[in-house]
Nanobody, 119 residues
């Protein structure tokens, strides 16, 4: 019974920064790796970033590496995506997802939050 809810998406200009949040409702947040994905119009959903259970290990898509930072606060049960130097190609619906320890795939997904970057 895990539920995720993203927030923070809005219209911004190229070069701006924006932070997205994902709140986790359920037990044992620290037993889930968390990820961020995005889907632009006409494109498949793509991986953006992921973070380990304790937050010690993270990974990024090459398209956002160096610009985006994923982090988590296990006490608050929130995962964040700090996005810097935003580009028009970052425009997409951003989703957070949870993957239980030992699981092969992400089992829970949020509804998404729209990020639009104007040029």
């Amino acid at each position: 019974q895990v539920h995720l809810a993203e927030s923070g998406g809005r219209l911004v200009q190229a070069g701006d920064s924006l932070e997205l949040s994902c709140t986790f409702s359920g037990h044992r947040f620290d037993n889930y790796a968390m990820g961020w994905f995005r889907q632009a119009p006409g494109k498949d959903r793509e991986f953006v970033a992921r973070i380990s259970l304790g937050g010690g290990v993270d990974a990024y898509a090459s398209s956002v590496k160096g610009r985006f930072i994923i982090s988590r606060n296990n006490a608050k049960k929130i995962v964040y995506l700090q996005m810097n130097s935003l580009k028009p190609e970052d425009t997409a619906v951003y989703f957070c997802a949870a993957r239980a320890s030992g699981a092969a795939d992400y089992s829970s997904w949020g509804q998404g939050t729209q990020v639009t970057v104007s040029s």
